[in-house]
C-alpha cells in the first residue's frame, strides 16, 4: 500500500544527507576542473565541523560557528594548495597526509578545548532551528516538502548548484581556472597565472568543503563527533567522477548516495529485510564503488588534473 508520508519523510531525508557530499562534491569539481587532485575533502570537511561546533558552542550563535567553519576550512586547504601547488608535491600523497593531519588535530584540540576525547557538548541552538518553509512553493505535493522546506545549509547548497556552473562557463576567472586543468601552458601564453588558478580552485573547495563540515556538525546535529563524517569526503569525490566534473551532475550523484544513506536508516529501524543490520550500515560505500564503477569510462577528468605543471611547462 503506497504510504505517502513514508515517500515525503524519505525524499526529505535525501536532499538532506545529500547536501554535505553535495556541497563537497562542487567544490571538488572548481578544484579538480584547475588541475589540482583534492582527496583532502574528508579531512576539510573534518576540520568545518569540529571549528562549527566549538565556535558555535562559545558563542552561542550557530552563524557565527558556520563562518568559521568556512575560514578555517579554506585555510586548512591552503596547505595542499602549498604542497602541490608551490612545492609540486604528489597531489594524492598531499591529501592523504591532511586527512590523517585532520583527524589528529582534531583529536588533540578536543582534548586541549572540550577535555575529553569523543564528542563535544551540545550547542545552545543549531542551524535546524532556522528551517524555512517557502511559501507557497513549500505547499507543492511531495516536491514542496523535499526542496521548499529545509533548512539554511541545504537551501544554499541549491544555490551553489547554478552559481558554480556560472562561474565555471561565464566568467572569465572561472574559465581561467578551467583552462588551467585542460590547457595550463595556453593560459599562461595569455599572461595568467596558472598558480593563481590552481591556488583559487583549492580554496574554493576549501570553503565550500568547510561548510559542508558545518552542516554535519551545527545542522544536522548539535555537537561534533570524533569521525563524524564518516567518509562523506570520500563518497563526494565518486559523485564528483560521477557527475562528469560538473557542478550539476555532482549534485545529482550525491542525490543518490544522498538517498541510499535514507534507505539504509529506514531498512534498520523498520527491519524490511530479514539480513543483519551491518550490510545496510555498508550500503552506501558498496553504491559508492558501484557508481564510480559503472560511470567513470564515462566521465573525461579535466586533461592536466594532477599533473605538476614546472615539470609539464620544462618538458615543453
Known amino acids: 500500500m503506497f504510504d505517502y508520508d513514508f515517500l515525503v519523510n524519505l525524499l526529505s531525508a535525501m536532499v538532506r544527507n545529500a547536501t554535505p557530499i553535495g556541497l563537497a562534491a562542487m567544490g571538488a569539481v572548481v578544484c579538480e576542473r584547475s588541475g589540482v587532485v583534492n582527496i583532502a575533502m574528508e579531512g576539510i570537511m573534518t576540520v568545518g565541523a569540529f571549528t562549527a561546533a566549538i565556535v558555535a558552542g562559545a558563542t552561542g550563535n550557530p552563524w557565527i560557528g558556520l563562518l568559521a567553519a568556512i575560514i578555517?576550512?579554506?585555510?586548512?586547504?591552503?596547505?595542499?594548495?602549498?604542497?602541490?601547488?608551490?612545492?609540486?608535491?604528489?597531489?594524492?600523497?598531499?591529501?592523504?597526509?591532511?586527512?590523517?593531519?585532520?583527524?589528529?588535530?582534531t583529536a588533540y584540540l578536543m582534548i586541549l578545548i572540550v577535555g575529553h576525547p569523543g564528542t563535544t557538548d551540545s550547542i545552545p541552538v543549531s542551524l535546524s532551528a532556522y528551517r524555512w518553509a517557502i511559501p507557497v512553493l513549500s505547499s507543492i505535493p511531495?516536491?514542496?516538502?523535499?526542496?521548499?522546506?529545509?533548512?539554511p545549509i541545504v537551501y544554499f547548497g541549491f544555490i551553489m548548484i547554478p552559481l558554480f556552473t556560472w562561474f565555471l562557463n561565464r566568467t572569465k576567472v572561472g574559465l581561467h581556472v578551467r583552462a588551467a586543468g585542460e590547457h595550463p601552458?595556453?593560459?599562461e601564453t595569455i599572461g595568467v597565472s596558472v598558480y593563481k588558478m590552481r591556488y583559487l580552485g583549492v580554496l574554493v573547495s576549501g570553503l565550500v568543503g568547510g561548510m559542508a563540515g558545518a552542516y554535519?556538525?551545527?545542522?544536522?546535529?548539535v555537537s561534533f563527533t570524533e569521525?563524524?563524517?564518516g567518509g562523506r569526503g570520500f563518497i563526494a569525490m565518486a559523485a564528483m567522477i560521477s557527475g562528469g566534473w560538473h557542478p550539476v551532475g555532482a549534485f545529482i550523484a550525491?542525490?543518490?548516495?544522498?538517498?541510499?544513506?535514507?534507505l539504509q536508516v529506514r531498512f534498520q529501524v523498520f527491519q524490511v529485510l530479514n539480513v543483519p543490520e551491518e550490510l545496510f550500515i555498508v550500503l552506501p560505500y558498496v553504491l559508492t564503488v558501484v557508481a564510480v564503477a559503472g560511470l567513470v569510462r564515462r566521465s573525461r577528468p579535466p586533461k592536466a588534473v594532477g599533473t605538476d605543471f614546472m615539470i609539464e611547462r620544462t618538458e615543453d
Do not use: C, P, R
Open 72 to 105: 578555517f576550512g579554506g585555510i586548512f586547504s591552503m596547505l595542499h594548495a602549498f604542497a602541490t601547488v608551490s612545492l609540486h608535491l604528489n597531489h594524492v600523497v598531499s591529501g592523504a597526509v591532511l586527512n590523517v593531519l585532520a583527524l589528529g588535530i
Open 142 to 151: 511531495l516536491v514542496g516538502q523535499m526542496l521548499f522546506n529545509q533548512t
Open 185 to 187: 601552458l595556453a593560459l
Open 216 to 221: 554535519l556538525s551545527i545542522e544536522g546535529n
Open 227 to 229: 569521525g563524524m563524517t
Open 254 to 262: 550525491a542525490l543518490f548516495f544522498g538517498l541510499a544513506d535514507a
